[in-house]
């Protein structure tokens, strides 16, 4: 018998499908609010914007800078067959480790063509069913990505990617090209409103994780102790490391933006290094967090690390309270959906 706390159905719950965000909010900052006091269980409702009146002069807050690039490619085999491409990583030179759609269908030794002059030739299958590529093309790689590739929007966003999705499905403060998928707490922030934050005296760092497709997967052990979590590279820098390093010794709040800046910083011990790395931490309950004091992040898919990451972080029960709050009042989640602000 699993103890619940390790229990997959503990982070179960359902969701009906018109809350779950086809589109962004109006404005970044118009999303709605839900922020959670882990010590009492408290709900508070509000509008993004709001968020301002929860911070204090010498708060430190902490974003994921990282940039989506367009990931996800459209060819046709030589035999005429089309064929989606997903880019996951960079391996070396030009071979990239990919998801291909339809999969058994594209073997060893099968050309894509993507335009005239921009080829992928499959040159291995994977033992996770992906497959490394290799591309051949004139002139800057990253160029013909922004010229024939599309926003990997998530598999529950059910339409085709738009021009609207270049803007939205990025951050303000993106900055270094690399994820496949977006740092979505972020999102809901303006350069107004991180203006105003350092206005009031907040402290604004950055770091860059690259986030990785395996965001969205969900865990499938019965007990999650059995999980073994995707690995995403990250960099921080000194100023980053210092600022970190500061306010933990100097028992200020940190507060990180995103499931993925939690990752970068508890996947480092005190003082913080700056440097660059793969982090595999899986953080579910229980989880004693090293640097983070609170936490702004969005809604989660049901038995996914990410929902285990806020449960170990908020408490179980106080996570399973503000889910159904959202649910009951008509939040909208995932992605494009709205925020939390746990305290």
Not at 229 to 238: A, G, L, N, T, W
Not at 267 to 287: D, K, M, V
Not at 290 to 316: E, K, Q, W, Y
């Amino acid at each position: 018998m699993v103890e619940p706390i390790f229990n997959i159905e503990t982070y179960d719950y359902n969701l009906p499908e018109e809350l779950v965000a086809q589109y962004p909010a109006e404005r970044r900052d118009e999303s709605r609010l839900l922020v959670l006091d882990r010590g009492s269980g408290r709900l508070e409702e509000g509008i993004f914007r709001d968020i301002v009146k929860y911070f204090k002069r010498g708060d430190l807050l902490v974003l994921n800078d990282t940039k989506v690039f367009p990931a996800r490619l459209y060819g046709r085999k030589r035999t005429g067959g089309r064929v989606e491409i997903f880019l996951l990583n960079h391996v070396e030179d030009d071979i990239w480790r990919v998801l291909t759609r339809p999969g058994r269908r594209v073997r060893v030794g099968t050309e894509i063509v993507i335009a005239e002059g921009f080829l992928a030739k499959v040159i291995s299958t994977e033992p996770d069913s992906s497959r490394l590529v290799r591309f051949r093309y004139s002139g800057d790689f990253f160029s013909l990505l922004d010229r024939y590739g599309h926003i990997p929007l998530p598999h529950y966003i059910r339409r085709e990617d738009t021009e609207q999705d270049k803007e939205r499905y990025q951050t303000v403060f993106a900055r270094t090209p690399g994820a496949v998928a977006a740092p979505t707490a972020g999102l809901h922030f303006t350069k107004e409103l991180l203006e105003t934050l350092s206005s009031i005296g907040v402290e604004i760092a950055y770091l860059m994780l690259n986030v990785g497709w395996g965001t969205f997967e969900q865990v499938n052990a019965v007990d999650i102790r059995e999980h073994r979590m995707h690995s995403e590279y990250y960099e921080i820098s000194d100023a980053t490391a210092d600022a970190i390093n500061i306010a933990h010794s100097s028992s200020r709040r940190i507060v990180a933006v995103g499931t993925t800046t939690v990752r970068a910083l508890e996947s480092q011990s005190y003082p913080i290094s700056a440097g660059s790395g793969w982090t595999e931490l899986f953080i579910r309950p229980p989880y004693r967090f090293r640097f983070v004091d609170a936490l702004i992040t969005n809604f989660h898919i049901p038995r996914s690390s990410l929902l285990m990451l806020v449960s170990a972080f908020a408490g179980v029960e106080n996570i399973k309270q503000a889910y159904r709050y959202a649910i009951d009042n008509s939040f909208r989640f995932f992605s494009y959906g709205d925020a939390m602000f746990i305290v």
